[in-house]
């Protein structure tokens, strides 16, 4: 009784997957997908940082003080909108568009993918915004790429609880476009997949807006770890990038996939962790 009780709760889904999984062309290929797509990502993102925040006078990010001036925060924003929707919609029907540690993480505890493939998944992703930032900065001669610094006042661990925050809420909506979508058969698939680009690059736009005077509003520990190993190499508080987005997506996929959607049937439950398929898992 207590397994099968175990069964119906958060153990349900997760999967480790098979080791044959990580030599499959077909999961190879979408790993590279995110390699390509969180790279086109940290490339935008970072340029429009670097771009607006050149002149000294009117700079968009300080060491002691994070991100600053109204205006070149819109405009940054809108970049990361529009950097996330188009590499979320390049990727969603390929390797379903995490672009993103913390959504693969949440994706993770819900069975979405399997273990595996989550380690394919985050390598790729990480090695992408490494080769994003690298790329930059090989374009700009060799400049200092913007990091990420909190503001005067915010902690480590309100930043963290900041970027959990704006984490959750994009997990959310991934869970809604992405994998609940697809239940609803070709149509909700084919929804999905042009809601996924519209309400993630939206949302993330949103949360800079709102966060990232206080700490950058990175919502994704690659979009920190690129620049930061290719730039600066200046390592505080970065774990406040990897802790605060992984614990929120986290929490998010397990909310949303036992409280507000509830479990798939037994058919669906089953087919989710086809790790050997071309189909992602």
Not at 76 to 82: G, I
Not at 124 to 130: E, H, K, N, S
Not at 148 to 165: I, N
Not at 243 to 268: F, K, N, R, T, W
Request: hydrophobic share 50%.
């Amino acid at each position: 009784m207590y397994r099968s009780a175990m069964t119906r709760v958060g153990l349900r889904r997760f999967n480790v997957g098979r080791l044959a999984t990580a030599t499959d062309s077909g999961t190879l290929r979408d790993a590279a997908a995110e390699l390509l797509a969180t790279a086109i990502f940290v490339f935008a993102a970072e340029g429009a940082a670097f771009s607006l925040g050149r002149r000294n006078d009117d700079t968009m990010y300080h060491a002691d003080a994070g991100v600053v001036s109204g205006g070149r925060l819109v405009a940054v924003a809108l970049a990361h909108a529009l950097a996330l929707a188009a590499a979320v919609a390049c990727t969603v029907n390929i390797s379903g568009g995490h672009v993103n540690p913390a959504i693969t993480f949440g994706a993770l505890l819900v069975g979405h993918v399997c273990l595996v493939r989550s380690l394919l998944y985050w390598a790729a992703q990480l090695l992408g915004a490494v080769a994003g930032a690298l790329l930059l900065r090989i374009a700009t001669g060799g400049a200092d790429l913007p990091e990420y610094a909190l503001s005067g006042g915010v902690s480590g661990w309100r930043a963290a609880v900041l970027e959990a925050a704006m984490a959750f809420g994009l997990m959310y909506a991934y869970y809604a476009t992405v994998v609940v979508s697809p239940r609803r058969g070709q149509q909700g698939r084919v929804a999905g997949a042009v809601a996924a680009p519209l309400s993630l690059g939206l949302l993330a736009g949103a949360n800079v807006l709102a966060c990232g005077a206080l700490d950058g509003a990175v919502m994704n520990p690659a979009r920190a770890f690129g620049p930061a190993v290719v730039g600066s190499r200046r390592w505080r508080s970065h774990w406040v990038y990897w802790v605060g987005p992984m614990v929120g997506a986290g929490l998010s996929g397990v909310v949303s996939d036992h409280l507000v959607v509830g479990p798939a049937g037994e058919e669906e439950a089953a087919a989710a962790p086809n790790c050997g398929s071309r189909r992602r898992a």
